[in-house]
């Protein structure tokens, strides 16, 4: 299985902050790498598929860049309810895999 | 606009059989366009694909659990369901249902049911 390292696993910020997440894969997946939110309590959310492209609907201060085995979110200006924990998804190889995650808090 | 529902027993003991199934709306599983799938997320920890099927009932499942997994369709319904047998505690999480986009590489899971909590204990 490919192996998605997330970093950090934690951080806490201020509203209005930049938020910068890392996602690592343990082998070259080209661009198929895929973000999700999960609000507390909530089911995950697709957020950015193939690395760079914002769902339908999901607000611009949220965007994704990468490929190869490097990769990187960022939230532009955070706000209150993206409060959440942040999943990176290769698309790759079977099986496909999750990051740890990356909980997002306020300070 | 697609919706997903899990519906099942939300305890069961150990060695037994896990049952759930998703209920579709808003979408035909039947479209093609998709794979349907389980993912589950044991509490506080992260994210695990189980396995996915197609309209025609063809099956994909994670290593690790391919000999305890069974995912089928059923186009009539509109649902697609999962048995997991032999179950532990270690079986214990949410499972959601989630809809995969068929696209390049395997896709990804553009929609979501609610989780449904499975607790594995006598």
């Known amino acids: 299985d490919i192996q998605m390292t997330q970093s950090p696993s934690s951080l806490s910020t201020s509203v209005g902050d930049r938020v910068t997440i890392t996602c690592q894969a343990s082998q070259d997946i080209s661009n198929y790498l895929n973000w999700y939110q999960q609000r507390p309590g909530k089911a995950p959310k697709l957020l950015i598929y193939e690395a760079s492209n914002l769902e339908t609907g999901v607000p611009s201060r949220f965007s994704g860049s990468g490929s190869g085995t490097e990769f990187t979110f960022i939230i532009s200006s955070l706000q209150p309810e993206d409060i959440a924990t942040y999943y990176c998804q290769q698309s790759d190889n079977f099986p496909p895999t999750f990051g740890g995650g990356t909980k997002v808090e306020i300070k | 606009q697609v919706q997903l529902q899990e519906s099942g027993p939300g305890l069961v003991k150990p060695s037994q059989t896990l049952f759930l199934t998703c209920t579709v709306s808003g979408d035909s599983i039947s479209s093609g366009s998709y794979y349907w799938n389980w993912i589950r997320q044991p509490a506080g920890k992260g ?4 396995g996915r099927v197609y309209t025609s009932g063809s099956t994909k499942y994670t290593p690790s659990l391919q ?6 369709v059923d186009t009539s319904k509109n649902q697609f369901s999962l048995k997991l047998t032999f179950v532990t505690a270690a079986d214990t999480a949410v499972y959601y249902c989630a809809r995969g986009l068929m ?16 607790t594995v204990s006598s």
């Open chain 2, 103 to 118: 696209v390049r590489g395997l896709g990804w899971f553009d929609a979501w049911g609610q989780g449904a909590l499975v």
């Open chain 2, 67 to 72: 000999s305890r997994v069974t995912i089928s």
């Open chain 2, 47 to 50: 994210l695990e694909w189980i």
